[in-house]
């Protein structure tokens, strides 16, 4: 089915709750469906792709089409001794799919949970959380492009990085994910050595999976705000990777900072971190601020317009530009 509205609110389609329209906004539930608007030249120039809207700042009203896949369902699609295959819709709930696999005893995406959004924006973003990226348990995704040419990419051709894929970069804008599919574990694997997991676990008699997922979701829910009471787009920056010649110059300066290796040459320094240093923490700037418990997490105070959020924004990584000499990136897609 396709649900097609004019001038319609996108409010509940991005967390941070920011008011916005769209001139033109499609949602359709099927292959077929998006297939027939391809052909049938629904989708015209402008347009724009989302997902659960975990990740976009509307700045302005959007004056084109806005496409919203609520392809559901997830399948068994095989199954080894060891392992189980799966196909999610690009709709599916990501924390529903989650749910699914820790409720069916599969392990692999249980230190996702809670994480807003959907399946397929997950992919394209490469979430992650707790040590673990979508990118360990995605085998391939599925797409149409806007040219109505049906293509499914291997997690290699996906060139998956820290919150990046290959369709984050421009030329692939017209295509769109329709599945994604994924192997997780039929035998007991854990990933608990990040921060407090295991801290978290101790008033646990035994690990399980549904254990793992609920101190994970104890542990989000201390630092991170639910979008549904207080607007917010969970990280709103990425976490910098800095040259280890400028990571040691700093750890000279400020040995209490917190840091991870990448690899030989790199390591990733937490935002959040470099934030607080900077005196952002639960600061207000017009209608949002950056979150008294985490500070990497922008919110809405009520009512906030894109243009606060962008003020806000350029505030504090002109801070940190001229404390530190990093640039700090928006993990948001900021739509200007
Ligand atoms: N920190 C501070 N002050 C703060 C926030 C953090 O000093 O206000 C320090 C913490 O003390 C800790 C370090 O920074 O030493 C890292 O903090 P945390 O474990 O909270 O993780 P993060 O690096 O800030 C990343 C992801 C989160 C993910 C967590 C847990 C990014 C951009 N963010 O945050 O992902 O949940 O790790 O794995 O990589 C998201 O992408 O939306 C998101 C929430």
């Known amino acids: 089915m396709i649900h097609e509205y004019r001038n319609y609110p996108l409010r509940a389609h991005?967390?941070?709750g920011i008011e916005a329209m769209a001139s033109h906004f499609i949602e359709y539930d099927a292959v077929d469906d998006i297939r027939l608007l391809i052909t049938q030249k629904h989708i015209q120039t402008p347009y724009l792709h989302i997902g659960g809207g975990s990740n976009l700042l509307f700045a302005n009203n959007y004056n084109g089409t806005v496409l919203h896949s609520c392809i559901r369902g997830i399948e068994v699609t095989g199954e080894t001794k060891d392992d189980v295959f799966l196909k999610a819709g690009a709709g599916v709930?990501?924390?529903e799919f989650v749910q699914y696999c820790v409720n069916h005893e599969w392990y692999g995406a249980e230190n996702l949970s809670d994480i807003p959004g959907e399946v397929g924006a997950s992919a394209v973003q490469n979430i992650g959380a707790y040590g673990v990226e979508a990118k360990d348990i995605i085998t391939r995704v599925e797409t149409i492009s806007v040219n109505g040419v049906e293509r499914v990419f291997s997690a290699d051709e996906c060139n998956f990085s820290y919150r990046h894929s290959v369709f984050k970069e421009p030329s692939l804008?017209?295509?769109f994910i329709t599945y994604v599919h994924y192997k997780l574990s039929k035998i007991p694997v854990y990933k608990l050595d990040y921060g407090s997991i295991r801290e978290e676990l101790k008033k646990y008699s035994c690990f399980t999976l549904k254990n793992i997922r609920q101190a994970i979701l104890d542990i989000r829910n201390v630092k991170l705000p639910d979008p549904k009471v207080l607007g917010n787009a969970g990280s709103f920056f990425m976490n910098p990777i800095v040259p280890k010649d400028i990571f040691h110059h700093l750890l000279t300066l400020y040995p209490a900072m917190p840091y991870y290796e990448v690899d030989a040459e790199r390591v990733k320094i937490p935002a959040g971190?470099?934030?607080e240093q900077c005196g952002w923490k639960g600061k207000s700037?017009?209608?949002?601020?950056?979150?008294e418990k985490q500070a990497l997490v922008l919110v809405n105070n009520g009512g906030a317009s894109g243009a606060e959020v962008i003020a806000l924004c350029e505030a504090v990584r002109n801070s940190v530009r001229e404390k530190f000499n990093i640039e700090i990136k928006p993990e948001v897609k900021i739509l200007t």
């Open 285 to 291: 700037l017009g209608n949002v601020r950056m979150y």
């Open 173 to 175: 804008k017209g295509v």
């Open 14 to 16: 991005n967390t941070l």
């Open 93 to 95: 709930i990501w924390d």
């Open 273 to 275: 971190w470099l934030i």
